[in-house]
């Protein structure tokens, strides 16, 4: 199969590092283009990322031609064909054309070859199979601009022979979807992803997150989600319940407050009821420690954020700090079902934006100055006191103070006599 089209919309192609890479490696009976997600990126009209390079050139030439343009080039996976070239800052992946051998996982035997079609066979769905030459003509061998047009996702080839050569697929054919598909998923692909479940126990974390958080933000994600769970693809890799239903709705409260998706909070809202269930997922995903902290936050006892009058929740923000109070109550918004659109939890959410919690005023010298000695009782002192000017509604006047740090003073003395 074989189709083309003129990509008139991409201005990287025709000058700036691109255009001088491709510029470098074609000629003398090599050629050289851009393949995968850059091209689909450019088809769809959204920005670009990493910009990959395929070539016939062998990558002993690569680094040759390379180092007498004094460009910097490092071979980071020379062994399947791949070298860095680093051109004003930016890093392309140049790796010669292949062809599998043995495909057994991430391990596959390739051979070097000069077949564009054959290259773009081993690839993993349509819409990343295409390529674009240095005049802006994309090569199609796969059928992925008739995909691209209708937003489907599919698997180039037999899907099972596609997922067996990497089980990471199982989750990439999700995300990819979510990201750029429409409707329900491609029923082939599907089938065989569910037919294949077992293989997500042979990836690695990292990799899982990786995909999974990535997936958290993506368009579409809810769709995807749950036909994720449907085809019980989520409990080998949460190993417990995941909840669409709170997933759903936390998306729709993100958008409804403006918030940049984020993949941790809808990661809180898809599997964390409690914060046992925050701690497994922290620990199958791999999470950085920033993310376990976020998610264990979530779930500890977001149940009692639900129906606050606004003097509870400013003692909460105030605990909580901005992020954390607001991932919580949102999570407890999310569970709470119902309307999305509630007046009531708008307001607790947007809390932060009308009110500024002050610093605590009083200080250890206060309560020297008054008789208690340094050490673990003046820390407990002073966390009665806090605990009272929080109740007290944030009182910032000296005879309030005062009243406070006397009272909490007295309790204290009075708590403590022998």
Not at 13 to 19: E, F, H, M, R, V
Not at 86 to 105: C, M, N, S, Y
Not at 120 to 129: L, Q, S
Not at 238 to 248: E, L, M, W
């Amino acid at each position: 199969m074989s189709d083309a089209r003129v990509l008139d919309d991409a201005p990287w192609l025709k000058s700036g590092p691109t255009a001088r890479v491709l510029e470098l490696l074609n000629g003398n009976g090599e050629e050289a283009r851009v393949v995968g997600g850059a091209v689909r990126n450019a088809l769809l009209r959204i920005p670009t990322g990493d910009i990959d390079i395929a070539t016939t050139a062998l990558p002993a030439e690569v680094i040759r031609r390379a180092k007498a343009a004094g460009i910097k080039s490092v071979p980071t996976g020379i062994e399947h064909g791949t070298v860095t070239l680093v051109v004003d800052a930016h890093p392309f992946e140049v790796t010669t054309l292949r062809e599998d051998t043995e495909t057994f996982g991430r391990k596959a035997k390739v051979a070097f070859g000069r077949d564009w079609v054959r290259d773009a066979e081993r690839r993993d769905f349509t819409i990343n199979g295409l390529s674009v030459d240095a005049d802006g003509v994309v090569h199609d061998h796969v059928g992925g601009l008739d995909d691209i047009r209708a937003k489907r996702v599919r698997f180039i080839g037999d899907p099972n022979q596609r997922i067996a050569e990497d089980y990471l697929r199982i989750l990439r054919f999700f995300r990819i979807h979510a990201a750029y598909g429409a409707g329900e998923p491609d029923r082939a692909g599907y089938l065989a992803c569910i037919g294949a479940r077992a293989g997500l126990a042979a990836l690695s974390a990292e990799r899982v997150r990786m995909e999974m958080l990535k997936l958290m933000v993506a368009e579409g994600a809810a769709v995807a989600i749950a036909a994720m769970v449907d085809g019980g693809l989520l409990l080998p890799i949460f190993g417990g319940v995941a909840y669409t239903g709170p997933f759903s709705a936390m998306i729709s409260a993100e958008r409804l407050l403006g918030l940049k998706p984020d993949a941790v909070r809808r990661l809180g809202a898809l599997a964390v009821a409690v914060t046992e269930d925050a701690r497994r997922v922290a620990t199958r995903l791999r999470l950085t420690n920033a993310e376990t902290k976020a998610l264990d936050s979530m779930g500890h006892r977001w149940w009692r954020l639900a129906g606050m009058d606004e003097a509870t929740a400013r003692r909460r923000l105030y605990r909580l700090g901005e992020d954390r109070y607001r991932d919580r109550l949102m999570l407890a918004w999310a569970r709470a079902g119902g309307d999305t659109n509630s007046v009531p939890w708008q307001q607790l959410a947007t809390l932060p934006k009308r009110w500024s919690a002050p610093k605590f005023p009083l200080k250890a010298a206060d309560f020297i100055g008054r008789g208690i000695a340094e050490g673990p009782a003046l820390g407990h002192v002073l966390a009665l006191a806090e605990d009272a000017w929080l109740a007290a509604d944030f009182p910032l006047d000296q005879a309030a103070l005062t009243a406070i740090a006397d009272q909490t003073v007295t309790r204290f003395t009075r708590d403590h006599r022998l």
